[in-house]
């Protein structure tokens, strides 16, 4: 794929089909981590820093878009600089600089997005906006030899999709959540039995610490490929609201709640992928760190697949995995005035 630098217009090819190195620099502040890394033919990792603001956000229950982007702007500038330190690398090195266009907190992703054009501008190197759930996704091809075609299951705070990935920029949903994201409905199940800010990880501790078939809780019917997790949460506050007062036994409402969510992705997965044709599987999102989701894709490879999914510190926002799709050009963007955007 061609692209252009901002003033000269000098062309740039990026991409695999690249007959010369590509060194991207992508900066991450969808939400509440500030991330800028620098990746190498979009799966070698050069740099990948993190600035995580859940400390700041443990007291308020959950992230407050005001506050954090105001943290944003605190670390952009030393989260940057960070990464040219720890890749030894200069600007002049850079092939393209990226950033994250959405969806994500607006006030939140102008901050990541704007230092993200103005050392495109700066310069005069290439500037490409990305979509922060393609990005995802992307995660899967650092450190690996992973190539399209293969089936996606992106399960996240705020998203949670199947998706047929053809190729490097084409992709079509099949299915999706008519109304809770899996990360989504993790933290409000969190929350009814009184885990601290940040939910689903905790739960998911406590959860292999249980009895998967304590309780029986309800799998919804939703047909086709689409998800359904607001019955389920429902499910759960009428089991808690049923000990009235009495001690919860918290492992096994984990263990059977995170049974039920498990089953229902991989179920819904394992039909796609048959209906397909495709012998790869991808899992991706900050949920695809979920130790009981990640076991039961995996174990799908028993069947003949061959199941990919990204290290923990790449399942969860980070701007490798933007780096990585801003060289595969995954539905990119490259206009300059590109606008941020809160949803799909």
């Keep these: 794929m061609e692209k252009k630098t901002l003033f000269s217009e000098k062309t740039v090819k990026i991409g695999p089909e690249s007959s010369t190195d590509n ?3 992508a900066i991450e502040s969808s939400c509440d981590e500030t991330a800028c890394a620098i990746v190498k033919n979009g799966r070698e990792v050069i740099a990948n820093i993190v600035a995580s603001q859940i400390k700041t956000h ?69 500037f490409i906006g990305v979509n922060h759930l393609n990005a995802h996704l992307c995660a899967n091809y650092i450190d690996t030899d992973l190539k399209p075609p ?32 899996v990360g989504e409905a993790y933290d409000k199940v969190a929350r009814l039995i009184g885990l601290p800010y940040p939910g689903g990880p905790r739960l998911d501790k406590l959860a292999q610490e249980g009895n998967p078939k304590a309780f029986e809780l309800p799998i919804s ?14 499910a759960v506050l009428r089991l808690v609201k049923s000990f009235d007062g009495k001690e919860l036994p918290v492992n096994d409402i984990c263990a059977s ?47 003949g697949y061959k199941v990919f999914a990204p290290a923990m510190k790449y399942c969860t926002d980070n701007a490798s995995m933007v780096a990585s799709c801003a060289y595969f050009n995954t539905n990119t963007f490259d206009d300059i005035d590109i606008e941020v955007f809160s949803r799909v």
Aim: aromatic content about 8%; some cysteine.
């Design 23 to 25: 060194y991207i620099m």
């Design 58 to 126: 443990e007291k308020f229950g959950g992230v407050i878009p005001e506050i954090a982007a105001r943290e944003h702007l605190d670390s952009i500038n030393i989260v940057v600089q960070e990464a040219f330190d720890q890749s030894g690398l200069k600007p002049d090195d850079i092939t393209a600089f990226a950033g994250t266009v959405g969806p994500g907190l607006v006030g939140c992703l102008l901050v990541g997005l704007n230092a993200a054009k103005t050392l495109a501008l700066v310069h005069d190197k290439p």
């Design 221 to 234: 019917k939703v047909g086709g490929y689409d998800f359904s997790f607001s019955g389920l949460k429902t």
């Design 257 to 303: 709640f995170q049974e039920c969510v498990s089953k229902t992705l991989v179920k819904k997965l394992k039909k796609a992928v048959e209906e397909h044709g495709y012998k790869q599987i991808v899992i991706a999102g900050g949920v695809a760190a979920n130790s009981e989701i990640r076991k039961k894709v995996f174990a799908l490879e028993n069947d």
């Design 150 to 181: 293969f089936m996606a299951l992106l399960v996240s705070g705020g998203h949670t999709q199947i998706i047929d990935v053809e190729s490097y920029s084409k992709q079509t949903i099949l299915g999706e959540t008519i109304d809770d994201a």
